[in-house]
T-cell receptor
């Protein structure tokens, strides 16, 4: 099956610093990648959608200058949380979809804790 | 936009029993319906999906049914095992569209007791 990896799996940082999370599709080319945020006991909240080589499309209420997304290749997307604050602490999950536009596969998630 | 309702929010069953989770969707144009299983601290895992041209799909102990007219679809797990305990999410999307995104239900926490 299709595999999506994320790095790091968890990160703790100080308030005001920036954190970068990587998402890779290991065995398929991801034309579209998605970034989600999930709070405890809640569903997945889509933050942004990115197509390779294009600017990301952000969902309403998501600050594009705070959550920088880069999708430079068909196998790699990055999410940078800039000037992180405690309220940014959450579980961030990436997802990837290939050329078929059908199945969408998720990474294992990254637990971000901002002190 | 699409709206997906999922019920129940929690479901407790005894090992060996069947479990059924139901979802309804609002956009009749949606034609792709995946189900994901999420274990604690992990990302969602695609367990089964169904396209709108099919009414039912099975994969071992898991089955999904779709009623396009009523706009609802269900996940059926038979002979449940403790390792089936997890949160299950249904979703809906317009298939074969590079610009559409999954709309998720709120999730069902399934607890299978030994």
């Amino acid at each position: 099956g299709a595999v999506v990896s994320q790095h790091p799996s968890w990160v703790i940082c100080k308030s005001g610093t920036s954190v970068k999370i990587e998402c890779r599709s290991l065995d398929f080319q991801a034309t579209t990648m998605f970034w989600y945020r999930q709070f405890p006991k809640q569903s997945l909240m889509l933050m942004a959608t990115s197509n390779e080589g294009s600017k990301a499309t952000y969902e309403q209420g998501v600050e594009k200058d705070k959550f920088l997304i880069n999708h430079a290749s068909l196998t790699l997307s990055t999410l940078t949380v800039t000037s992180a604050h405690p309220e940014d602490s959450s579980f961030y999950i990436c997802s990837a979809r290939g050329f078929s536009y059908n199945e969408q596969f998720f990474g294992p998630g990254t637990r971000l804790t901002v002190l | 936009g699409e709206n997906v309702e999922q019920h129940p929010s929690t479901l407790s069953v005894q090992e060996g029993d069947s479990a059924v989770i139901k979802c309804t969707y609002s956009d009749s144009a949606s034609n792709y319906f995946p189900w994901y299983k999420q274990e604690l601290g992990k990302g969602p895992q695609l367990i089964i999906d169904i396209r709108s041209n099919v009414g039912e799909k099975k994969d071992q102990r898991i089955a999904v049914t779709l009623n396009k007219t009523a706009k609802h679809f269900s996940l059926h797990i038979t002979e449940t095992q403790p390792e089936d305990s997890a949160v299950y999410f249904c979703a809906a999307r317009l298939r074969n569209s590079g610009y559409s995104t999954l709309t998720f239900g709120k999730g069902t926490m399934l607890l299978v007791s030994p």
